[in-house]
């Protein structure tokens, strides 16, 4: 079955500089890359998410680039601030006609450093 | 909100109890998963159903079971519960098309004492 790493556990970055987060992922089949964010206590909640037929995709301060070659993936926070600082999950996952797999990494603990 | 509801939303219980969770997809959502997160843990996968179907199952107990029934709500039961079981629980829903979010719902929060 799918396997996705996830690195690092902690991160810890002065605010206003930038946070990458990165993924691998073992099962080639995989065709969809969601990025969670979850706040102490509540519940993961998407924040970006990027197809096989893409290798990169922005929003605002937030990037994902995919490299299908190499299965990994990555977050890219620009510019952060406080409110950036929460748990960040990314997955993995396929699509088959009902059958669909969709596996989490660790887990990064992201803090912002004011 | 997400659309995804799960009661209740705290449950504190003994050892060796059985319990039920609840969990309400969001409307037109086929795919129901249920994850464990213990505490500063990540994101167990137990089982996902489609459709009123199992459709994968994770490192889900043998103590632990789980059915969505034709009006896709979907209940995990949890028995001859440990302490070790003690955990935030998530559903999630999707549509199940190619390429699409699951949305959580808030979890249940188990203590198991």
């Known amino acids: 079955g799918e396997n996705v790493e996830q690195h690092p556990s902690t991160l810890s970055v002065q605010e206003g500089d930038s946070a990458v987060i990165k993924c691998t992922y073992s099962?080639?089949?995989?065709?969809?890359f969601p990025w969670y964010k979850q706040e102490l206590g509540k519940r993961p909640q998407l924040i970006i998410d990027?197809?096989?037929?893409?290798g990169e995709k922005k929003d605002q301060r937030i990037a994902v680039t995919l490299n299908k070659t190499a299965k990994h993936f990555s977050l890219h926070i620009t510019e952060t601030q406080p409110e950036d600082s929460a748990v960040y999950f990314c997955?993995?996952?396929?699509?088959?006609?009902?059958?669909?797999?969709?596996?989490f990494g660790t887990g990064t603990r992201l803090t912002i450093i004011p | 909100d997400s659309g995804v509801t799960q009661t209740p939303k705290h449950l504190i219980t003994a050892t060796g109890q059985r319990v039920t969770l609840r969990c309400s997809p969001r409307?037109?959502?086929?795919?129901v998963y249920w994850y464990q997160q213990s505490l500063d843990q990540g994101l167990q996968f137990l089982i996902q159903?489609?459709?009123?179907?199992?459709?994968a199952k994770g490192n889900i107990l043998e103590r632990f079971s789980a059915q969505q029934f034709p009006d896709l709500h979907s209940e995990l039961n949890l028995s001859s519960l440990e302490l070790g079981d003690s955990a935030l629980y998530f559903c999630?829903?999707?549509?199940?098309?190619?390429?699409?979010?699951?949305?959580f719902g808030q979890g249940t929060r188990l203590t198991v004492v």
């Open positions: 159903y489609y459709n009123g179907e199992e459709r």
């Open positions: 999630a829903s999707s549509v199940l098309t190619e390429g699409t979010e699951a949305f």
């Open positions: 409307s037109g959502d086929l795919s």
């Open positions: 990027i197809r096989s037929n893409v």
């Open positions: 099962d080639s089949a995989s065709n969809y």
């Open positions: 997955a993995a996952s396929w699509t088959n006609f009902g059958n669909e797999k969709l596996t």
